[in-house]
């Protein structure tokens, strides 16, 4: 009974050392005490396959999602959240699933507390339509009641008829659920319907009851909604009237409630599952890239071109899996605006493709305009899509000559500008070209390979933050492609996530930590580290590494995400409390297969400093570590 009084619930900021209020049952159902609880933030409590779900909804201002939160003996409790936001950050208030009240077969679920709430609010509506009526509304699952909602009548009866199995003379609301017909019943203690209840009416001071079903659009029984009278007596026409009318009201609710939650868990089964495949495609795309990398550059044989041909082949998967990721996630944006630095992240963009334009012999240029702000309110994700989008179709479409970058702000808008000298578009297929899968050139003999998700995927991009492609044709050949998307200034840059960036680093010659649970991962940035000169040590999981920090110093670590005993996050939280005593700064940076939209700003909350993604790039890893550790003493 304590529990059901007291049901397993917690209160708390998202901020680590914020304010954290349990009660009694949810601390002996998670295992930890508010002072433990408070040590990390909320999104490190909850397990890691929903992390992404909570912050789609703290970044999209969702009031409610479910997520696990970890217990002490590695279990996981679920919890539905909802969430508050507030200026320096936002509370939530997490209750435990199975403490909502459920059925008697224990078959309840989110959609039905999402659904229950509602029907609270309905009945006392009705009430209030009503005086000297109460009213209460039950739902059917497995051929039995399920408590929906009855406000004005005692627990006792609420608790009695929850879980009774209906028939064709249960009650009034059980008769009428059966034969989907209204049942009124005028005396409740001399009709038949109500031998099984009629002690238990009496006592709630229950003397008629009026019942009408509510059913889905396709004629489904769901429910009935029923009004209760003091004294025995029929109903007026009116009163009828309203309670059918409550019943429709209570049913498209219902249905409606029931299919919004459906879609909500689906989408969240959707996002687990797109990352699961990011980390799973990802992490052997690591070891197949970096290999062939390896081989290619240590190897002199004939089979260089085999090597080649093979590594090839891996960029075109990783590049048609990533487009399809991406091409879902952006279908179901949202703008998830935060604080960034503009400047920091167009010349990040741009620095992405410039190695290869120079490879191709292309002459490719930068140029930002003065009037560009530098902390502007934008979805970076999508931001980040669109623009390195243009940019890669730019140089990939280009053989010879120039690729030039513009980026303006004026009018309040954000304005870039990528010309090249490449083999232009045929303008009058571009509304079939920005259907994904259609490419330009679909001859056998093409010469660029690709699936045709740029320009669909650079669309959908952009449509959600508020812009638009244009195209012009940069005569006598090649393209200029442009868009504006509107921006709003950043009044603080607090929240952009600024991560610690060394400059001037002295050379260095302490070994670097991989923490890195798959043994052809590792042994590819051990190879990596190896050619570029510096010396490593790994650990397989987060406890690992702290325990190798225990011993030894190291220049730099480089962090795996999603590790068995101790996840990276969990270790760089570890890593940061420790330093707060010494005053020292070890750099992190996540290496890691978790490429989601909101991944990177997961690494740099939890303390990281820098975050490339699987497959990583030689160039791109030795570049980090010679910002952040130093460059190799050997």
Known sequence: MEEHT?????VRSTRAGGFVRCNPSFLAKVGFTEAELGLKPFIDWVEIDDRQVYRRAIEG???NCRVRHITSDGTSLSLDLRIRGQKDSSFVL????????????????GAEVTVKSTLHKIAMIVEEQNPGLKCSILLVAHGRFVKGAGPS?????????DGYAIGPTVG??????YWNVPVI??????????VPFAELAKKAGLAACWSHPFATKGGRVMGALALYSPEP???TVLQLSTLRAAAQLTGLAVERGRAEEELRLANEVKDRFMANMSHEIRTPLNALIGTADFLLETQETALKSEIGLLRESSEQLLELFTGILDLTEARDRRQHVKAIDLPACCRRIYELFEATARKKGLQIEYALSENVPQWVCLDEWAFERSLGLLIHNAVKFSDSGSVRVEIDFNDHKLHARITDSGCGIELERLKELREPFVQGDMSTKKRHAGFGLGLALGDLCLEALGGKLEFVANEPRGTVVS?????????TPAEAGESLTPVDREPTALPLLIVEDNRFNSLVLERILEQAGYNSQLAENGEEALEALDENSYSCILMDCQMPVMDGYEATRHIRQLEEDTNEHIPIIAVTANALAGDRDLCLESGMDDYLKKPVRKLNLVAALEKYAGKPTS
């Open 6 to 10: 007291n049901p397993p619930m917690i």
């Open 61 to 63: 201002g969702d009031e």
């Open 94 to 109: 997490g209750r435990c699933v199975e403490s909502c009240e459920a059925v008697a077969s224990s078959e309840e679920n």
């Open 153 to 161: 009548l005692p627990d006792d009866y609420n608790n009695a008829i």
């Open 172 to 177: 009034a609301c059980g008769t009428a659920i």
């Open 185 to 194: 019943v005028e005396d409740i203690q001399k009709d038949p319907l109500w």
């Open 233 to 235: 007596r029929s109903p």
């Open 483 to 491: 868009f504006g998307i509107p921006i709003s200034l950043a009044t």
